[in-house]
Nanobody
């Protein structure tokens, strides 16, 4: 059974940085894409970034491109999201999710993901 556990959230000041981690277990993730989403109260779940497990190819939403870096540690089965220059509007619950990798067309559709973590809260103070 696939399990995804996020960590690294908390309170950060505007302009600061944070690194989120997603520990994955219960499967081999070869052939999958691992992604980060976030959801703020009253808003839809928003795709942020994805990385393919095999090749490490990264994809970003325009809203975070240049501020975020996604990476993975295959040996530890961990996916990271580094966020720099944090803004108050980054305040949200951050989730990781996994889907079988086909092509980038499906990455931003949260319905295409098979498994989700419980989320980690990020609060950016102004």
């Amino acid at each position: 059974q696939v399990q995804l556990v996020e960590s690294g959230g908390g309170l950060v000041q505007a302009g600061g940085s944070l690194r989120l981690s997603c520990a994955a277990s219960g499967s081999t993730f070869s052939g999958y894409a691992m992604s980060w989403f976030r959801q703020a109260p009253g808003k839809e779940r928003e795709f942020l970034a994805a990385v393919t497990w095999n090749t490490g190819s990264a994809y970003y939403a325009d809203s975070v491109a240049g501020r975020c870096t996604i990476s993975r540690d295959n040996a530890k089965n961990i996916v990271y999201l580094q966020m720099n220059r944090a803004k108050p509007e980054d305040t949200a619950l951050y989730y990781c999710a996994v889907q079988p990798w086909t092509n980038r067309s499906y990455l931003q559709n949260y319905k295409a993901y098979n498994y989700w973590g419980q989320g980690t809260q990020v609060t950016v103070s102004s």
